[in-house]
């Protein structure tokens, strides 16, 4: 899960603007995280060795 957040200075203009600033944000916020997704440099690499569960099994 992801937050973000509103600095508190521009809390009050988001009470007057709210459809129009939120918008705003939920656009580059989204551009931001679909950017993240696209760059391998970002992603969490894979495990290395064998899965925990098959670490666990008594050997045959």
Do not use: N, Q, W
């Not at 603007?17 to 391998?40: H, N, Q």
Request: hydrophobic content about 45%.
């Amino acid at each position: 899960m992801l937050t973000f957040t509103v600095p508190e200075s521009l809390r009050g203009l988001f009470l007057r603007s709210d459809r129009i600033l939120y918008k705003a944000l939920f656009a580059a916020t989204s551009g931001a995280v679909k950017d993240l997704f696209v760059d391998p440099k970002h992603l969490i690499p894979p495990a290395r060795g064998p899965p925990l569960s098959s670490a666990l099994l008594p050997e045959e």
